[in-house]
């Protein structure tokens, strides 16, 4: 059969055709605009191409002109941290003595509702290469995860196979996932999110940034064949909301094989040993045409790129296919002539295919794509990779006012223990078991906390102990209720995360997940995020290396929570004296707690499990505070445990740090707050709950003291495993017990579908 390509010269013989641009999610005027670059219409590959790159996921039309305050906030220390920034495939930071580390966290949320298996695990596939195209090597995973209502029926169908996909893709590759969350909300119903986090590292001297230039150079395609899956992904499912029935979108979402990026991994990282590359850029959204196009756009010269060449495994596809298909493990490679044998046999060594496609030429800003002889493309790739850039209207929510004049006062139980118990037992707070067990976490041997910890911790230099804390946080219930201090909020969680393990926080990396850019009130809301976000890094010092934007999350016209993730990543020393997160049993300990408690319940855990709705204002943070905590830890010894106070405060502290030592405690809770049930349940921010040895506690009190942090010995552990507090009493096995049975009670019996059913 041959495939019938509309050419450039069919596109200026055929000026008035039809063309379906809608339907890739281009609008009139930005099909227009792309006439107008051309000269004519666009030929479908063309067409094809520009409908990928122009894309809410590729172009950031919609958030460039917010997002530049990043870049307005960074101060000169912040910078002289960062080796590779904002608008590279990960940031790249300095940690120290010839180690660097790369972060990155993207998202792939409308994939993984439509086919949860596949559209999650080819989400840490892609961000895998993300940390991979910098010269590193992938030595961990981090997954964040919303869903509807734990007990509704499609969380049923997606939640199985999304966790199923993440540990199943990381597991192959042999990635200990170190951490993450998992929310259910029923803003999430239609619209799951799933954020996926890689740390890679590598030596300063390694990193690699993808352009194409050198004139005569060549461009070669390797890793698995290219297929007919993922057509259509980031430019219809990316700028989609979902009605009934869309998850039933399958062609538009790639298919993963794992063991083909675990080579895939081991090949790269032999090509930059080698210096055979000029520079490597995945294949993930967008596939061949975001490769190509951003190569191109990136060097000093043009590129010609002949598709006869490209591997395939469907017959007869079209240009417009072959440059569309997000077939999953595949890298994009500019290789000097004289490197292209040495290039070929390391990839023949490790049985990856590879195939010279192209080369860079020196017609400036000029991309020609040629199949079956004829020219299909020919186009500026500076017009492709910059896209348009909206000014979207703004405004704040005329419900806003309303919302947050509720207060956020909740109506507090009287009985201690049962709102305790109810607590724990909560979608909100109890045990994640059945879905981390699914992952290993110590696989490579270098993971030093993981399941349950406020942080995941990792040793980076074998030899010196070297290593870092990364952490991934959001609060879209407090978001919603004040976008710049839920931003805010969440920075300061995963910062307070991280700085309790005894790291530095030193860099931020995000993902930003919200509706509609259409919708004023979602603009306004990513706009106040985004300058939430900006503002606290700089107050705090640690520069935001680089992030996603995720639009579009919404079924019919109702978006979901905005949900900004931000991720902290933190400098340990020597890992071997990070700080636990929780108890081992032994000797007995003195609690206590730092940071001030007010009653503060806007967006609370408390407010939403007993049925009071979402209102008030959230949690004020003072970042301020967050660096004096920070400072605290920063060298401390003699500190047995710590553990960050957030959703559920201090009783969701106290439990998890007991939990597992079989230990109770006495706990005065006067000295926390005047009334009990806001000192055990209030989620005031900057606080921290640590244990220490009886010998220890004046230290403790004191070094507060000094940091200006207020502080408060709350009580001891004791060795019958019974928590009493103000009157009242609960075996840390009931408590345990009530928090372990609640998913096992909807999932215990579930499946992982491949598919939607």
């Known amino acids: 059969m041959t495939v019938h390509n509309d050419t450039v010269q069919n596109a200026f013989d055929s000026p008035d055709l039809e063309q379906p641009y809608a339907e890739l999610g281009l609008k009139d005027d930005e099909y227009a605009k792309i006439k107008a670059i051309l000269g004519r219409r666009p030929t479908d590959a ?315 030429t020196d017609e400036h800003d000029r991309l020609a794509v040629y199949h079956q002889g004829e020219l299909v493309l020919d186009a500026p790739p500076s017009t492709i990779d910059a896209g348009p850039v909206y000014e979207r209207p703004y405004a704040r929510p005329a419900w806003l006012d309303g919302v947050q004049a509720q207060e956020g006062g909740v109506e507090k139980h009287s009985d201690l223990k049962d709102a305790w118990l109810q607590m724990v037992a909560s979608p909100a707070l109890c045990s994640r078991d059945f879905i981390t067990e699914q992952y290993d976490r110590y696989v490579r041997g270098n993971t030093v906390q993981a399941k349950r910890a406020d942080s995941g911790v990792l040793r980076i230099n074998e030899e010196t102990g070297r290593g870092v804390a990364v952490s991934a946080d959001a609060s879209g219930r407090y978001t919603y209720l004040d976008p710049n201090m839920g931003a805010r909020l969440a920075l300061a969680e995963a910062y307070r995360n991280v700085a309790v393990t005894g790291a530095t926080p030193v860099a931020v990396t995000n993902c930003l997940n919200f509706g509609s850019p259409e919708n004023p009130d979602v603009m306004w809301q990513f706009r106040e995020a985004v300058h939430g976000l900006a503002d606290g890094s700089a107050q705090l010092a640690i520069p935001v290396s680089g992030g996603n934007v995720s639009f579009y999350n919404q079924t019919g016209d109702t978006p979901i929570l905005p949900t900004p993730v931000v991720g902290v990543l933190g400098v340990i020393e020597d890992v071997t004296k990070a700080i636990p997160h929780a108890l081992a049993s032994g000797e007995e300990q003195t609690l206590v707690l730092l940071g001030a408690t007010a009653e503060e319940f806007g967006g609370s855990v408390w407010q939403d499990i007993s049925g009071q709705g979402l209102a008030g204002l959230p949690p004020q943070v003072d970042l301020a505070n967050e660096a004096r905590l920070a400072e605290y830890f920063s060298g401390v010894e003699g500190i047995t445990a710590a553990h960050d106070l957030s959703e559920g405060g201090l009783s969701q502290a106290v439990f998890e740090l007991l939990l597992g030592s079989g230990l109770g405690a006495d706990l005065d809770l006067s000295v926390v707050h005047e009334d009990a049930f806001t000192a055990l349940f209030s989620e005031s921010a900057s606080r921290v709950l640590v244990a220490v040895t009886r010998d220890r506690v004046d230290a403790a009190v004191e070094r507060a003291d000094a940091a200006g942090i207020p502080v408060a010995v709350l009580g001891s552990t004791t060795q019958d495993g019974t928590i009493r507090f103000a009157g009242e009493s609960v075996a840390l096995s009931e408590l345990a017990s009530a928090w372990s049975a609640t998913m096992p009670r909807h999932y215990g019996h579930a499946t992982a579908p491949n598919a939607a059913v």
Request: hydrophobic share 40%.
């Open 46 to 360: 063309e067409l094809t191409l520009y409908s990928v790159m122009w894309s809410e996921h590729c172009s950031y039309k919609s958030s460039k002109t917010h997002l530049r305050y990043f870049g307005q906030t960074m101060t000169e220390e912040m910078a002289s941290k960062i080796l590779a920034g904002i608008g590279e495939n990960a940031g790249v930071v300095d940690i120290g003595g010839g180690d660097a580390v790369t972060f990155r966290v993207e998202s792939h949320n409308h994939p993984s509702f439509v086919e949860p298996y596949q559209g999650a695990a080819t989400g840490v596939g892609g961000i895998v290469r993300d940390i991979m195209a910098m010269g590193a090597r992938p030595i961990a995973v981090m997954d964040q995860l919303r869903f509807g209502p734990i007990d509704a029926d499609d969380t049923k169908r997606v939640l199985p196979g999304v966790v199923h996909g993440i540990g199943g893709y990381g597991n192959c590759l042999g990635l200990p996932n170190i951490g993450g969350e998992t929310v259910f909300d029923d803003a999430y119903a239609g619209n799951p999110l799933v954020n996926a986090l890689c740390v890679g590292t590598l030596k300063v001297e390694d990193l690699h940034l993808a352009f194409a230039s050198g004139t005569g150079n060549k461009v070669i395609l390797f890793g698995s064949r290219t297929g007919l899956d993922g057509i259509g992904g980031v430019s219809v499912l990316g700028s989609a909301t979902f009605e009934e029935g869309e998850e039933r979108k399958l062609p538009a979402v790639q298919v993963g094989d794992p063991f083909a990026e675990k080579v895939l991994i081991e090949c790269c990282l032999e090509l930059y040993a080698a210096g055979v590359v000029v520079g490597i850029q995945d294949l993930g959204g967008g596939g061949l045409s975001c490769a190509t196009s951003e190569l191109a756009a990136a060097g000093d010269g043009g590129m010609r790129v002949d598709l006869d060449a490209v591997p395939l495994r469907a017959e007869n596809m079209s240009a417009a296919e072959i440059l569309a298909s997000e077939s999953q493990e595949r890298m994009c490679a500019v290789v000097a002539p004289e490197n292209v044998d040495t290039f070929m046999e390391i990839c023949a060594k490790w049985d990856v295919h590879a195939a010279v496609i192209g080369e860079v």
